[in-house]
């Protein structure tokens, strides 16, 4: 779909034209759906992302600005959604939660894993996630931004709606919770 | 140069920050904070993006479909069929308001007029609704007195004894055949045939297919809906695919077609809506309304 295409589609969305919204959930899709696996590390979660944001994004495209980017626009919307799902989810389990870190932490010291299980990478990629899972959904949201999506934290502070110095720092309390975490692997690798 | 903080290290990782040269400087002489940056740098080493679960191109379809159920959108959509908030807009600009609604000061004004004129209009709209309805149940009962003996068909003896109702019933019908002679050829075509012209068919019935539907939901005739709904799904899957299909895409259209076990539900909802669109007389009718396709 070319420029003028990609315009008069939208244009006729924000009419209330159904069909030409189908277009863009068509088109973006898999790209919200990208983002928010990486933002939430859950596939069913990341579903659920996908279709809120397209719901919000259909109930807010009147106050979209025609000249701004669309894809961008709904990025923002994902990114955001993402937030607010992890922040429920943190609501419901903030109990479980607790106690799941406490086990982790003895977890990661007491089982000291043997230089054979680290080469595995799976066991690699559960302990990031695992770290990645602690972390606040604002963090973890800033850190996915940052690390996975290579963005600014100007551009991160845009997404988040957040200041600069907010950004900056939920990125920095990100790196430095992650380094606790993976320290026995990095001890192991090293 | 002192040394280097954690903030600093890790917007230098990340290309961000001010004094990056300074810093980098700094590392090649400053044992503590390379050591520091090692750190850093072996931690965000170990996070490389997760594996995603793949999603093919026919995701964002999906997405669409599961969008088009959720009750949530429907309003939405449903509500946009009629222009969203766009003939409220006009309302308030109408008249006296005119000239407040293209001010940004006034708008909200004019929009809470708008929404006032809303309300007189429903209000009236719900007065005029009811003395109607009255009227028309009125009508209804003593018809049916006079037509059964039996008061659990009151309101269906009414609506087949409507020539109406019976054609649209018809419509309806016709409508369904017309779709299992398209879904049919689908299912009989070779692999690798163009299918351009069932594709023209499909998004033909797609557009009356909407309205049926539609109508039925209203109606609460939720099999008919049910079916429809299933119907409009696939016809919609048949428009979307390439026009010289391959094998592959048209194994695929053919399982969704029998997984939602389409064709049989199509000819039973036919067979069964054909029954209905005969007169009453004579035979005793089913129990589901057909006041519906209206």
């Keep these: 779909m070319d420029a003028s295409e990609a315009t008069a589609v939208l244009a006729r969305a924000r009419e209330g034209d159904s069909d030409a919204f189908r277009v863009l959930v068509e088109q973006h ?3 919200v759906f990208r983002l928010a696996y990486r933002m939430t590390g859950n596939e069913q979660d990341a579903e659920d992302v996908v279709q809120e944001s397209f719901l919000r994004a259909y109930r807010q495209l009147g106050r979209f600005e025609s000249r701004a980017n669309f894809g961008t ?6 990114a955001n959604c993402s937030v607010d799902l992890m922040r429920a989810k943190q609501a419901r389990h903030d109990m479980t939660r607790a106690e799941s870190l406490d086990e982790t932490g003895e977890h990661l010291s007491a089982d000291t894993p043997t230089p054979e ?7 690699i990629q559960r302990r990031v996630a695992h770290a990645l899972d602690a972390l606040s959904p604002l963090e973890r949201a800033a850190f996915t931004l940052r690390h996975y999506e290579g963005r600014s934290i100007d551009e991160i502070s845009r997404t988040l709606d957040l200041g600069v110095s907010a950004a900056k720092h939920s990125v920095f309390r990100a790196v430095k919770k992650l380094r606790v975490a993976l320290e026995p692997l990095r001890s192991h690798q090293l | 140069m002192t040394h280097c903080t954690d903030e600093e290290l890790t917007l230098y990782y990340y290309g961000e920050g001010r004094r990056r040269a300074a810093i980098a400087r700094h590392l090649d002489t400053c044992a503590p904070c390379a050591a520091l940056y090692r750190e850093i740098t072996d931690t965000l080493g170990l996070m490389a993006a997760p594996d995603e679960p793949v999603r093919d191109d026919q995701y964002g379809f999906e997405v669409w479909r599961r969008l088009q159920k959720d009750h949530r959108f429907e309003g939405f959509e449903r509500f946009s069929r009629f222009g969203g908030f766009e003939w409220l807009r006009r309302v308030a600009a109408f008249g006296t308001f005119e000239r407040f609604a293209g001010s940004g000061r006034f708008a909200g004004l004019a929009t809470a007029a708008g929404l006032a004129a809303l309300v007189v209009v429903a209000f009236l709209a719900g007065h005029a609704w009811r003395t109607s309805d009255v009227a028309s149940t009125n009508v209804t009962n003593a018809s049916n007195q006079s037509n059964t003996s039996n008061p659990a068909n009151h309101s269906n003896l009414a609506n087949h004894s409507n020539p109406e109702n019976r054609i649209l019933l018809a419509s309806v019908a016709d409508h369904l055949d017309r779709s299992e002679r398209v879904l049919t050829d689908i299912m009989n075509a070779p692999a690798k045939s163009n299918i351009s012209m069932e594709q023209q068919w499909a ?20 099999s008919v809906a049910a079916v429809l709904d299933d119907l409009e799904r696939n016809l919609i899957e048949i428009v979307h695919s390439p026009s010289t299909i391959s094998a592959a895409d048209l194994e695929q259209l053919r399982r969704r077609i029998d997984a939602a076990a389409l064709l049989f539900k199509v000819r039973v909802m036919s067979d069964e809506l054909r029954r209905r669109e005969e007169p009453p007389a004579g035979r005793a009718l089913p129990q589901t309304s057909t006041r519906t396709i209206s």
């Design chain 1, 73 to 78: 626009w709904l990025y923002r919307i994902a």
């Design chain 2, 203 to 222: 998004e033909d019935l797609l557009q009356t297919s909407r309205l049926y539907r539609q109508d039925a939901v209203d109606a609460n005739e939720t």
């Design chain 1, 29 to 31: 899709s898999r790209s």
């Design chain 1, 117 to 123: 299980r680290l080469a595995v990478s799976d066991e």
